[in-house]
């Protein structure tokens, strides 16, 4: 037996995300790989990059060197033609490609990008073309037995699989394209290898050894069957269905690659040389610079900072009507001093931080979307405390009236980008993102990938149907899984004697869950994100691939890979409760007050709190539940201040201080600090510290 050798690594490899055909968990692949030894691991999916960062950073940290790839489906023709036969076969063959350094990366970006966009009938298409055109940086495959030169071999056609070797050489170079030989026990992977080894001798190249890895070990063959049955909708029993020959697909030691490969032992070592050929860092800013820059109009005559400024001076005259080269005019000349001073503070760090196009970029889409007529949302989270945001009508809550403070949104000492949650009208949303996509170029502008996972009563339900276990069986076997939230099924086992009970007496009962235990946590389907869009300053495909999800283009990596790789993340929120109170506000101007003004309205209205103390909150945002209801008649409401601290205590953990708060307004006297230098901080919420404000300013 050779002695194991640090860097062998596995060529392909087919993560959770592959949706169709993976079913390697990235977490428990690393645990794998560790385990045998492996110094670097190629993630090669299907047409598609899902899951690679997650793959890279994961690789990153267990010490393995990961090579990003992909086994992109190859169009015999045109990328564009769409005819021909439908499925696998005549008409598209793959293509296994490997990422050399950064500018491979980006070319695989960009190919597997097109694919998706332009290329895609029935599968996602390239073509030799589009490959010739962003072949710098990349490392090429004969490939699987799917691949174009192994086919021609299959059918006994030496010449044409000679001339696809010859243009594959042409296309990647000599020394960037390697003939790759399969051993999975299948009978027609035997009978090409001579025919490959013959245009290796040929061509003068390099020889190397794969194994396709669908599932981790050896033992998981059996779950990754029922995974396939999952995904394409069929069941074990069925046999005309998807499935995979032999049970080879795991990640295999060198050792077993060693026996395997016998008679061509160089190709074992081969594969040392392809991972020592990759270099590739992917880079993740950490500051702002992959954001979109806010084009200035014409007729602005200063830098964007100096626009940002004017826009927030216009803002202090109309919010406050103070004048800024003035303060002291004002009527309250303290209060025009504070604001003044705070917005020089807010600015100097905004500046600092880099995020000046950020505050342009927010203005300009909800400006427009103001003068549209398209209700937008008061604003929500730490945002609000932005005296910038304020004035701007980005946020249209007075940060100084409420007490919030700026740090929470954006601080010098532990910089996040900024994060404003925007809702918008639900019915015109679509016309914001739109006009977004236009400002910023449809190249700049995607949806983000979401990806629903096999949670733990899930997959014991889609184990179950595949199984053709009863519903009603499936259906008690599911709820006897405590109802926590993302609970896991090995957790569910230690906590539930029912459950436990059934598997270690029921054989049916067993077989679901340990099957289950290894599907758990798989990609199940893809989505769209609800709220968050993504807008660069350069063409997306520069940084991430794209695909279409439900007509839209859509980035194929999830938010957290996003923020990772510093692009900007907004959140366009649809809220129902927007489009009720715009056909109300309409309905008013209609019927009784043609000059009727929501913004306008104060928050003193001694009607309102009689309505909500009377307990009659149905369709008011977070007051509508049977609790809050009962609270509002309990507490018996005066103030806007009131019912932000309600809102505030009505939540697992301050709850148990609700009737404190009760008795501290019912009975002052009875309210007491737990320091005298709270006493300001903790005055109005009655010695209660309820918000994030009060421990900063307590902290501070």
């Given amino acids: 037996m050779a002695a194991p050798d640090t860097n062998f690594v596995h060529l392909h490899v087919h993560s959770d995300y592959s949706l169709l055909d993976g079913a390697c968990r990235i977490d428990r692949l690393m645990d794998r790989a560790t385990a045998l030894g492996m110094k670097a691991l190629a993630l090669t999916d299907h047409g598609n990059l899902y899951g690679t960062i997650e793959f890279y950073n994961q690789a990153k940290a267990k010490g393995i060197k990961p090579l990003l790839g992909c086994e992109l489906y190859l169009a015999a023709g045109s990328r564009l033609e769409r005819t021909g036969r439908s499925d696998e076969g005549k008409s598209i063959y793959h293509l296994g490609l490997l990422a050399r350094d950064l500018t491979g990366y980006q070319n695989l970006l960009k190919l597997v990008s097109d694919a998706h966009l332009k290329g895609f009938y029935y599968k996602p298409r390239t073509d030799l073309e589009k490959l010739a055109q962003h072949a710098k940086g990349l490392i090429g495959f004969t490939g699987c037995l799917a691949s174009l030169v192994p086919q021609h071999l299959l059918a006994d056609n030496y010449p044409e699989a000679r001339k696809a070797c010859g243009r594959f050489v042409e296309i990647f170079g000599r020394e960037n394209y390697f003939v790759e030989i399969q051993d999975h026990g299948i009978p027609e992977q035997r009978k090409v290898i001579p025919g490959l080894l013959k245009l290796a001798e040929e061509f ?10 669908h599932y981790v070990n050896h033992t998981d063959a059996s779950p990754h069957d029922t995974l396939l049955c999952i995904q394409t909708g069929a069941k074990i029993a069925e046999e005309n269905r998807m499935k995979f020959d032999g049970t080879q697909f795991y990640l295999k030691s060198r050792e077993e690659m060693a026996r395997v490969f016998a008679e061509v032992p160089e190709s074992v070592t081969n594969t040392q040389l392809v991972a020592e050929m990759c270099d590739l860092a992917i880079p ?34 109309q919010r406050y009507g103070v004048d800024y080269a003035k303060p002291e005019k004002a009527k309250d000349k303290e209060q025009a001093k504070i604001l003044c001073e705070r917005l020089d503070f807010e600015i100097s760090i905004i500046s600092k931080t880099g995020f000046i196009d ?5 203005w300009d889409f909800i400006h427009w979307a103001r003068e549209q007529g398209i209700p937008v949302g008061p604003g929500r989270g730490s ?70 996972t096999l949670g733990a009563k899930m997959v014991i339900r889609d184990v179950s149907r595949v199984h053709d276990l009863p519903y009603a069986d499936a259906d008690r076997l599911a709820k006897m899984i405590p109802d926590e939230l993302n609970i896991e099924l090995k957790s569910a086992l230690e906590k539930s004697a029912e459950l436990r009970n059934e598997f270690e007496k029921n054989p049916v009962a067993k077989k679901i869950i340990e099957q289950a235990l290894v599907l758990e946590g798989m990609v199940r389907n893809t989505g769209k994100h609800a709220a968050g869009i993504i807008i660069t300053d350069q063409p997306l495909e520069e940084f991430v691939p794209l695909t279409l999800q439900e007509g839209d283009v859509t980035v194929q990596f999830d938010m957290n890979a996003v923020g990772k790789l510093g692009l900007l993340k907004m959140d366009f929120l649809g809220l129902k409760t927007l489009t009720v109170i715009d056909d109300a506000v309409n309905n008013v101007r209609r019927t009784v007050d043609p000059k009727f003004d929501l913004e306008a309205v104060g928050f003193e209205d001694p009607k309102t709190y009689a309505l909500l103390n009377s307990g009659r909150t149905t369709g008011v945002f977070q007051l509508e539940s049977g ?43 009875t309210v007491t600090y737990p320091h005298k230098l709270l006493e300001d901080v903790c005055r109005e919420t009655y010695g209660i510290m309820v918000y994030q404000e009060q421990v900063m300013e307590a902290a501070k």
Avoid at 204 to 213: A, E, G, Q
Wanted: proline share 7%.
């Fill in 204 to 213: 003068n190249l390099k020889v190397i050894c794969s194994n396709d890895v």
């Fill in 358 to 362: 950020y505050f342009l970029v927010v």
């Fill in 284 to 317: 993740f800013p950490k500051g702002s610079e992959r954001y979109p820059k806010y084009p200035l109009p014409a007729e602005v005559k200063t830098d964007r900072a100096g626009y940002l400024k004017d826009l927030c001076i216009a803002g202090l005259r």
């Fill in 627 to 669: 609790g809050m209801q009962a609270l509002c008649r309990q507490i018996g409401l005066s103030s806007i201040d009131e019912i932000v601290a309600l809102i505030a205590l009505y939540r697992p953990g301050p709850m148990e201080w609700i009737p404190d708060y009760v008795r501290g307004k019912k009975e002052p006297s």
């Fill in 383 to 452: 945002g609000a405390g932005c005296l910038v945001a304020y004035l701007l009508q980005i946020t249209n809550l007075d940060p100084l009236r409420f007490k919030l403070l700026f740090e929470r949104f954006l601080n010098p000492e532990r910089v996040s980008p900024p994060d404003f949650d925007i809702d918008f009208c639900m019915r015109r949303r679509g016309e914001v993102i739109n006009y977004v996509r236009q400002k910023y170029g449809d190249q700049c502008v995607a949806n983000i990938i979401t990806y629903g």
